[in-house]
């Protein structure tokens, strides 16, 4: 008979018995979970559907906005721009009428310019003709000036060379008339002085060097 | 004749010595003149009879008269003189025609006193001759007297020659006193000077060795005398004397004929007074004294290179330094010829700037090492590298100093080259290159823009290292231009 | 030859000197006579005195009177061991005589010469003046002296050129 279970078999079904239990717990669990799902999915779906629905009031409302904003912008723009193109002729017609005033003026000042221009030109012309003529003048008396001082030098100085020559040949013959006058002594006092003659004059010189006491 | 003057009559003759009797105010250094022309001057007094030399060649009898001329031994001199030739009497032989005197040239005697120590003035500016050998490291200073040694044929006319021509255009004024030369020599001479346009600012006083004996001993008088009168103006003067050995010759000749009795050698007992009393009148002046001073190259000519014979040693003693120059050299190629170990400038260093002074320094050591290491160098086949450096440096720095003749450097491309050796550009190059580029290079730092910098900061250098460091700088430029 | 001796034998052989100087300058007047006359002399005492056979030489009239004018005192002066002592002194002593050099214009023989040299001592008072008679003819007349080293122009010549001018002009006045 009924003997003690095996602990073993105890075991083994007790554990079974727990692995049902938690089994069932786990599907029960489970079944919980996906049904909070799909209660979560709906609501998610309905407030996505509420924000689009939203969104697209909003951009429609906004597109509204938007076209009537450009429109208003468009009219003042073009406003605007008539009013810029108006000024901008009338500016434009001023300047033109300065700029061909200014034309004329430029043109009647240029002629007047070249007038006086050429009349001035014409004076300085005239005014260096003159100084050049002067001037001229000036160095051809100077020119001439000083051609005929050194002329006159260079004359001075032949001249001047000339008398040196004619004084060195005068005293060249000077002492020529001496020598020649010496030699004929000398020919004639030879032949003319008698011996007695010389030796007076001996004489007379040894006298003279007593007297002069040269010979002491 | 005029009407009264002293004469006196010849008692003896001998050659050119005449002995007269009579005149009794006469003084030594008067000049007088015989009845047909000839002219002598009084050498010695005795009690009874005059000593005259005479300078003219006449037949001179016993008893022939001789009158007194009223001037004494001088000569005219003046601003004309120069780029003539005159012999000591004044007489120009280079036949251009009669010398333009005035009438207010002074005439002055040949034989004047030297100037005391109160006129002279310390040396200090050098004396460039564009050599670069004598001008770095034997320098000449302006009124110092250097002699000039050497055998035949080893040069030395033509560094005189070169030394005058040099000289272009810096007011130094060149007298040239040949005595007792052969009259080639002294045309040669004359013609060389004019060739290269340095015969404005040159007188040569010549006498040729077929003259008397008189005339001859007194070139070096008038040499001197014509060089005192550019110096009492304010001028530089260079006076070249060549050569003083002939000089002493002819002294003896005469005082041997005259029966003085002789000394040393057979000169006469007065040779070093006649050297010395010549020499003295050299030197630089104060400007109370003219100014102006008198640098003197007295030259001798030795004998087989023999410079202790009596008339070399005087002249040694009576200089302020010597160039000694051998033939041995000149053959070799070196020129100038000098050998600079033996030759000295005992005041050229005080005229040299510091560069200048540190560089020939510097030189000089690696000359005197080299000449040691030299005899190791011959035996020897591997040298360390030290040893190769400094015999390559001696190349380098004896191809530097080898200069042509007629050729000029300036001071500062002189110092330049020499401090080139000592930068990376020169240290491996062989001496072959230097000779090649020498003149390149030079150029360069005269005319590139890149180098012409460093020429002109040479004055102002204190260091010749920082001379090298700036040439380190110019090695990229000067490599361009000598390619190898 | 003791010293005083010595001084006394000189004292007395310059009084000799003297006396045999003054008889020969006497009759002597110029340098040249003198001169010979001393050699001629002395060439006489010595062969005299040594004897030779070689014959004596020619002399002159002139010299051969003088010659037998002297004084046999004068001959007495000399003998064989002074003679040659006398004759170096008199030789020596030419040098210090005072000699008067005159330059003439024309030739002179002896007599002439002879006349000169008595006026001449007449004149300047000196017995023993010896006179050296040169010529030169660019003196045109009259004489130029040198004594003492010192030379002076007494001729013609030397008046005619301090007068170079004057004459100049009175030969000017001749001209055209």
């Known amino acids: ?216 | 004749m005029n009407q009264t003057q002293e004469v006196g009559y010849v008692i003896s003759s001998r050659d050119f010595l005449v002995y007269l009797d009579g005149l009794p105010t006469i003084r030594v250094n008067d000049m007088v003149e015989s009845d047909n022309g000839a002219r002598g001057w009084v050498n010695s007094i005795a009690e009874d009879k005059i000593e005259i030399l005479m300078v003219d060649d006449a037949k001179i009898t016993p008893k022939q008269l001789f009158k007194r001329l009223p001037n004494r031994l001088g000569l005219a001199v003046g601003d004309y003189l120069l780029g003539r030739s005159i012999n000591p009497l004044g007489i120009p032989i280079d036949g251009k025609g009669p010398l333009t005197k005035l009438k207010n040239n002074p005439i002055l005697e040949l034989d004047q006193a030297a100037p005391g120590i109160e006129s002279r003035q310390f040396i200090t500016q050098q004396f460039l001759t564009g050599i670069t050998l004598i001008d770095t490291l034997i320098p000449i200073g302006r009124g110092q007297r250097e002699l000039i040694l050497g055998d035949a044929h080893s040069g030395k006319t033509a560094f005189l020659i070169d030394i005058i021509v040099n000289q272009r255009n810096t007011g130094v004024i060149c007298i040239y006193a040949s005595i007792g030369q052969s009259a080639v020599a002294v045309r040669n001479l004359i013609d060389t000077l004019k060739n290269n346009n340095a015969l404005s600012y040159t007188i040569v006083i010549a006498t040729s060795s077929s003259e008397k004996a008189p005339l001859i001993f007194l070139t070096p008088k008038t040499a001197f005398t014509v060089a005192e009168y550019f110096q009492k103006k304010g001028k530089e003067v260079l006076l070249i004397l060549d050569d003083m050995g002939n000089h002493a010759k002819i002294y003896r000749e005469i005082a041997l004929l005259g029966n003085k009795p002789p000394g040393r050698e057979s000169y006469p007992g007065d040779i070093f007074y006649q050297h010395a009393h010549l020499l003295e009148r050299a030197g630089n002046f104060l400007p109370g004294f003219g100014g102006g001073s008198i640098s003197a190259l007295p030259v001798v000519e030795l004998n087989l290179n023999d410079f202790t014979a009596l008339i070399p040693t005087n002249l040694m003693s009576m200089t302020d330094g010597h160039l000694l120059f051998k033939s041995g050299l000149h053959s070799q190629g070196q020129i100038p010829a000098v050998d600079i170990s033996l030759s000295v400038s005992r005041v050229g260093r005080q005229t040299q700037d510091l560069l200048s002074n540190l560089l020939s320094t510097r030189i000089r050591q690696i000359l005197s090492e080299a000449t040691d290491l030299e005899t190791i160098s011959r035996f020897s086949a591997e040298l360390p590298a030290e040893t190769q450096l400094i015999l390559r440096q001696r190349d380098l720095i004896m191809a530097v100093l080898k200069q042509d003749s007629l050729t000029a450097i300036p001071k500062q491309i002189q110092t330049i080259l020499l401090a080139l050796i000592f930068t990376s550009f020169l240290k491996d190059k062989p001496k072959s290159f230097i000779e090649k580029y020498k003149g390149v290079i030079s150029e360069a730092f005269v005319k590139q823009t890149a180098l012409i910098p460093i020429t002109k900061s040479i004055g102002k250098l204190k260091d010749e290292q920082k001379l090298i460091q700036l040439l380190e700088g110019a090695g990229p430029v000067l490599t361009k231009l000598c390619p190898i | 030859m003791r010293h005083w001796q010595r001084l006394k034998w000189r004292s007395s052989s310059f009084k000799i000197m003297d006396e045999i100087f003054s008889t020969i300058l006497n009759e002597t007047f110029t340098l040249t006579q003198l001169k010979l006359r001393l050699r001629i002399l002395k060439s006489h005492l010595l062969n005299t005195f040594f004897g030779s056979d070689s014959p004596a030489e020619p002399l002159n009239q002139l010299d051969l009177d003088w010659q037998s004018s002297l004084p046999k005192t004068f001959y007495q002066h000399f003998n064989k061991d002074n003679v040659y002592d006398i004759f170096k002194d008199l030789e020596s002593s030419l040098n210090q005589l005072q000699v008067l050099t005159i330059y003439l214009v024309f030739e002179v023989n002896d007599q002439i010469s002879k006349e000169l040299g008595t006026v001449a001592r007449k004149t300047f008072n000196k017995p023993s003046l010896l006179l050296d008679i040169k010529y030169d003819s660019r003196l045109i007349a009259g004489c130029s002296l040198v004594w003492k080293g010192v030379y002076h122009d007494y001729s013609l010549i030397s008046k005619i050129e301090g007068k170079k001018a004057e004459i100049l002009q009175s030969f000017k006045k001749f001209l055209r």
């Not at chain 1, 999915?41 to 509204?64: D, G, M, P, R, V």
């Not at chain 1, 001082?149 to 004619?166: A, D």
């Not at chain 1, 005068?170 to 003659?197: F, G, H, R």
């Open chain 1, 1 to 216: 008979m009924p003997e003690l279970p095996n602990p073993t078999i105890l075991i083994t079904g007790a554990a079974a018995v727990v692995a049902i239990l938690l089994y069932f717990h786990e599907y029960y669990l489970r079944r919980k979970d996906s049904l909070d799902q799909r209660k979560i999915s709906q609501e998610t779906k309905q407030k996505a559907a509420q924000l689009i629905n939203a969104a697209e009031e909003a951009e429609s409302e906004l597109l509204s906005k938007g076209n009537w904003a450009t429109q208003k912008l468009a009219e003042e723009f073009e406003s605007r721009l008539e009013g810029l193109i108006q000024t901008s002729q009338n500016s434009i017609s001023v300047s033109q009428d300065q700029l061909i005033k200014f034309m004329k003026d430029l043109q009647k000042r240029s002629a007047d310019f070249e007038e006086a221009s050429r009349s001035s030109t014409e004076a300085k012309i005239n005014q260096i003709f003159e100084r050049l003529e002067s001037k001229l003048s000036d160095f051809l008396i100077q020119t001439e000036q000083k051609t005929t001082s050194s002329i006159e030098l260079e004359l001075k100085s032949t001249r001047q060379l000339i008398e040196t020559y004619k004084n060195q040949q005068l005293k060249l013959i000077d002492e020529n008339i001496i020598a020649m006058m010496e030699q004929t002594l000398t020919l004639v006092l030879a032949k003319k002085l008698s011996l007695k003659d010389q030796l007076d004059l001996v004489y007379e010189a040894l006298a003279k060097a007593k007297v002069e006491k040269f010979i002491v």
